[in-house]
């Protein structure tokens, strides 16, 4: 009888993609991977360790298989950047954890689990893996995130990615267009670009920065959207604005996490523009196309962060109304250059959270009203029950993260589909639209 393995995957969806590795690598060994939480034998913690929060929950998900283990002998692995970060001390605190692996060991998945099952403890971290075009996506099967590149140069002040990760190391082009074809072979309509910073792609191993080539590669296969997130803001181009407007295959969505527009916190994080910088990024951009849709994260509460600082970002949330941003309480990391810095109270930089969340709240209901009457495609993604609304989203709306379409119809939809749709009207921050004849 096969072994049942559960896999539990946190954190963003960088790390989606390395469990669907991780999926793909246990199947084609034979495992049974279940969900069923009272019938398994091994589960695998893929875990995150970007914020505190990000811990916290990784924590909590490893003490409750603790608990399962008290009553039955299963096997705990821990993986991912919490199994890389602290794996000493996760190793000596929670003896019930059989092995902790890093996020690049998970082609080695199988003899870690012989050998846990011959009832060793280790900590296995070679990072001997190379990219594979092989997964079983977890999203429902109409869209995909396609991860470019992993680890990062960019060395921010207040991030231990580089530290976790590495250096910025590029996917080769051709076995992201083969991945990509299969991905599309197995009707994803969407490719989701990802990767700590997708406009640096290609310049480790081009020697030039290649997103436009590869966007030119990916939107010549059978899929209708292109999607890209995390475009870090001094590498965004108007060749790349321009594209993103000419090609019918890619959204008209940038994802640029600008993280503040005071210049002294800016140059605190160690980021590469200025307030006025970003200012002017924003305004290329509209000014290439207006309706192209701009989501950003900010970091509230950084280190000697003054009440000037945080009402400048404050200012431009209000005057620059950007479609969709998150706005994140600093979270202090050990090991960055931050976490030096003179700290802010936390209950000032939660407070100053949910005030500027506020104001976006507002834009984006005053973004929300000047929808109405326009003409979208949208794709359709299933019921929402709790609402009694059928639900899609159009090339402006990221999955997940962002706002939904409530959708009416007199014909069935099928999830997965384009509906050419007009917009009547809206609820809160979400859009209703009618679905046209």
């Given at each position: 009888?096969?072994?049942?393995?559960?896999?539990?995957?946190?954190?963003?969806?960088?790390?989606?993609?390395?469990?669907?590795?991780?999926?793909?690598?246990?199947?084609?060994?034979?495992?049974?991977?279940?969900?069923?939480?009272?019938?398994?034998?091994?589960?695998?913690?893929?875990?995150?360790?970007?914020i505190?929060?990000?811990?916290?929950?990784a924590?909590?998900?490893?003490?409750?298989?603790?608990?399962?283990?008290?009553?039955?002998?299963?096997?705990i692995?821990?993986?991912?950047?919490m199994?890389?970060?602290y794996?000493?001390?996760?190793?000596?605190?929670?003896?019930?954890?059989?092995?902790i692996?890093?996020?690049?060991?998970?082609?080695?998945?199988?003899?870690?689990?012989?050998?846990?099952?011959?009832?060793?403890?280790?900590?296995?971290?070679?990072?001997?893996?190379?990219?594979?075009?092989?997964?079983?996506?977890?999203?429902?099967?109409?869209?995909?995130?396609?991860?470019?590149?992993?680890?990062c140069?960019?060395?921010?002040?207040?991030?231990?990615?580089?530290?976790?990760?590495?250096?910025?190391?590029?996917?080769?082009?051709n076995?992201?267009?083969?991945?990509?074809?299969?991905?599309?072979?197995?009707?994803?309509?969407?490719l989701?670009?990802?990767?700590?910073?997708?406009?640096?792609?290609?310049?480790?191993?081009?020697?030039?920065?290649?997103?436009?080539?590869?966007?030119?590669?990916?939107?010549?296969?059978?899929?209708?959207?292109?999607?890209?997130?995390?475009?870090?803001?001094?590498?965004?181009?108007?060749?790349?604005?321009?594209?993103?407007?000419?090609?019918?295959?890619?959204?008209?969505?940038?994802?640029?996490?600008?993280?503040?527009?005071?210049?002294?916190?800016?140059?605190?994080?160690?980021?590469?523009?200025?307030?006025?910088d970003?200012?002017?990024?924003?305004?290329?951009?509209?000014s290439?196309?207006?309706?192209?849709?701009?989501?950003?994260?900010?970091?509230?509460?950084?280190?000697?962060?003054?009440?000037?600082?945080?009402?400048?970002?404050?200012?431009?949330?209000?005057?620059?109304?950007?479609?969709?941003?998150?706005f994140?309480?600093?979270?202090?990391?050990?090991?960055?250059?931050?976490?030096?810095?003179?700290?802010?109270?936390?209950?000032?930089?939660?407070?100053?959270v949910?005030?500027?969340?506020?104001?976006q709240y507002?834009?984006?209901?005053?973004?929300?009203?000047?929808?109405?009457?326009?003409?979208?495609?949208?794709?359709?993604?299933?019921?929402?029950?709790?609402?009694?609304?059928?639900?899609?989203?159009?090339?402006?709306?990221?999955?997940?993260?962002?706002?939904?379409?409530?959708?009416?119809s007199?014909?069935?939809?099928?999830?997965?589909?384009?509906?050419?749709?007009?917009?009547?009207?809206?609820?809160?921050?979400?859009?209703?639209?009618?679905?046209?004849?």
């Amino acid at each position: 009888m096969s072994k049942k393995v559960a896999v539990i995957s946190l954190g963003c969806d960088k790390n989606r993609v390395d469990t669907e590795t991780l999926l793909y690598v246990l199947d084609n060994a034979g495992f049974e991977i279940t969900v069923d939480e009272n019938d398994f034998d091994i589960v695998v913690i893929n875990t995150c360790a970007f914020i505190e929060s990000a811990k916290t929950e990784a924590i909590d998900n490893i003490l409750d298989m603790v608990e399962i283990k008290k009553t039955r002998p299963i096997k705990i692995i821990v993986s991912g950047c919490m199994g890389v970060r602290y794996a000493e001390e996760l190793f000596n605190d929670i003896p019930e954890i059989d092995a902790i692996i890093g996020f690049r060991d998970y082609q080695a998945i199988v003899s870690i689990i012989e050998r846990v099952e011959n009832g060793e403890r280790f900590i296995y971290k070679k990072s001997e893996d190379k990219p594979t075009v092989n997964r079983i996506v977890t999203t429902p099967y109409h869209y995909a995130y396609l991860k470019i590149a992993e680890g990062c140069d960019n060395k921010c002040t207040y991030c231990a990615i580089p530290k976790i990760r590495g250096k910025y190391t590029s996917r080769d082009m051709n076995s992201l267009v083969t991945e990509a074809g299969l991905l599309a072979d197995n009707g994803a309509r969407e490719l989701i670009l990802v990767a700590q910073d997708t406009s640096r792609y290609g310049i480790d191993i081009y020697n030039e920065y290649s997103l436009l080539k590869l966007i030119e590669k990916l939107t010549k296969l059978d899929v209708d959207w292109v999607r890209l997130l995390y475009l870090y803001p001094e590498l965004v181009t108007k060749d790349l604005v321009k594209e993103i407007k000419d090609n019918p295959k890619m959204c008209r969505y940038m994802d640029i996490p600008m993280q503040h527009i005071s210049s002294p916190i800016l140059k605190k994080m160690n980021r590469h523009l200025t307030g006025d910088d970003i200012k002017r990024l924003v305004e290329m951009i509209r000014s290439v196309d207006e309706d192209i849709a701009i989501r950003s994260t900010f970091i509230v509460g950084f280190p000697t962060e003054t009440e000037k600082d945080f009402n400048e970002l404050e200012r431009f949330i209000e005057e620059y109304k950007l479609d969709f941003a998150g706005f994140f309480a600093y979270s202090q990391e050990e090991g960055t250059a931050a976490a030096r810095l003179e700290q802010i109270e936390d209950s000032i930089k939660q407070a100053r959270v949910k005030e500027i969340e506020e104001i976006q709240y507002k834009v984006m209901l005053d973004n929300a009203k000047k929808k109405v009457g326009k003409k979208l495609k949208v794709l359709y993604e299933g019921a929402d029950y709790d609402r009694q609304e059928f639900v899609g989203r159009s090339e402006f709306n990221a999955p997940d993260i962002d706002t939904n379409i409530l959708l009416r119809s007199d014909s069935v939809l099928e999830i997965g589909e384009m509906y050419n749709t007009t917009i009547v009207d809206t609820d809160g921050i979400d859009l209703i639209g009618e679905v046209d004849d």
